[in-house]
């Protein structure tokens, strides 16, 4: 009988019993028609015909002998798709081992330069005399080799099917290991220590949290393909520069005089050692928190041949209070000093009106606005 694709399986008239027939009745009836149906025990002609068969008596029992479910509610068929038996999986593959991960330290003038790192390794590796398995391995005879098996699994009353699941024999691996074959070098471990020096490169001008992958240097597992060692570079404070991604910032002192009447000398020493001299001409006037940018001198820029920008912020150090005592020697300065053409105004007010107040200096930082 045909019902939307699916045909009917009356399970008590493949064991032959009566409806209300007893488990052990049931029981009886399976032992005898397995026995005599079971593949081994027919010539090799009709040994397909009796697997189909005996996979069929063993179906039934299954179903009929399962007090939980399929005897209550359950008049005794079930229903079976045509061609919807599931293909076993393919045997398991092992895929990668963990990858090993190593954070490395690293300057500021490493970085600027570029760095090749040597460093040991120490990790696992297959055993040269038994390549892994820890012993000669056999095939899984429950499996045949699949590493998985046919489970009867009932979807609802009368709705049955097969799946497959892992072998518990071979635990899905498909085979066995035997104890008096076990490997005498690694003593069945099926791996080695191994000790090697792995050599990484850091290019000139990496960033911060660059990461050099080492393809298939971590541990070695049997049926696995080693994993990756990745080195990640941690960039250290720097006592003078400030790195933002290509470009370098710094801070230099000029003196007052400087600012005003011009220098040129060496104001920095850079990452790479060599000095960086500003000339700022006379008649140039530098002012407070005024910033010089130096093009090209920032951090190099991998896999090209420019570079970030270098900007230095000045601090102008003024002298300190009490520096000239003589008024002559201050009236030569005020007048060398230019004049504004918008100068202070000294507000003409009574002089009644006016009052002399104490005052302080203070930074500007230091005043909440």
Not at 1 to 7: R, S
Not at 68 to 84: A, D, N
Not at 164 to 191: A, H, I, M, N
């Amino acid at each position: 009988m045909i019902l939307n694709g699916y045909y009917e399986v009356d399970y008590y008239e493949v064991l032959g019993v009566a409806r209300d027939a007893t488990t052990a009745e049931i029981r009886k009836a399976y032992r005898k028609l397995a026995l005599s149906h079971h593949p081994d025990k027919v010539p090799e002609e009709g040994r397909v015909e009796a697997e189909s068969k005996f996979k069929e008596i063993s179906q039934a029992y299954e179903i009929l002998s399962d007090e939980t479910s399929s005897r209550h509610g359950f008049s005794g068929y079930g229903y079976e798709q045509p061609g919807s038996e599931p293909k076993p999986p393919p045997k398991k593959k092992g895929g990668k081992t963990e990858d090993g991960h190593v954070d490395f330290p690293i300057t500021l003038e490493e970085l600027y330069k570029g760095k090749v790192v040597k460093f040991t390794s120490h990790r696992n590796k297959l055993c040269p005399s038994c390549q892994g398995p820890k012993a000669k391995p056999r095939t899984c005879a429950k499996c045949q080799g699949s590493g998985s098996i046919k489970k009867l699994q009932t979807l609802a009353p009368g709705i049955v099917t097969n799946k497959y699941v892992d072998c518990p024999s071979c635990k899905g691996r498909g085979e066995l290991f035997r104890e008096k074959d076990r490997c005498k070098p690694c003593t069945g471990t099926g791996l080695t220590d191994e000790t090697k020096i792995l050599e990484a490169y850091f290019p000139r001008g990496a960033q911060d949290g660059h990461k050099v992958v080492l393809e298939g240097e971590a541990d070695e597992e049997f049926g696995k393909k080693p994993g990756a060692v990745i080195i990640e570079v941690h960039q250290q404070p720097h006592p003078v520069f400030e790195r933002k991604r290509n470009d370098l910032y710094a801070t230099i002192k000029v003196s007052l005089a400087e600012a005003i009447c011009g220098f040129s000398r060496t104001v920095i020493q850079h990452l790479d050692g060599r000095g960086i001299r500003i000339t700022s001409p006379p008649g140039t006037v530098i002012r407070p928190n005024e910033i010089i940018k130096v093009q090209r001198e920032g951090m190099p820029i991998p896999r090209t041949d420019t570079a970030g920008d270098l900007y230095l912020h000045v601090d102008i150090i003024f002298p300190d209070n009490g520096w000239c005592l003589e008024n002559s020697e201050l009236r030569k300065v005020r007048d060398v000093l230019p004049v504004p053409a918008e100068t202070a105004k000294d507000f003409k007010i009574p002089e009644n009106q006016i009052d002399d107040v104490d005052y302080s200096i203070t930074k500007t930082e230091d005043v909440s606005i």
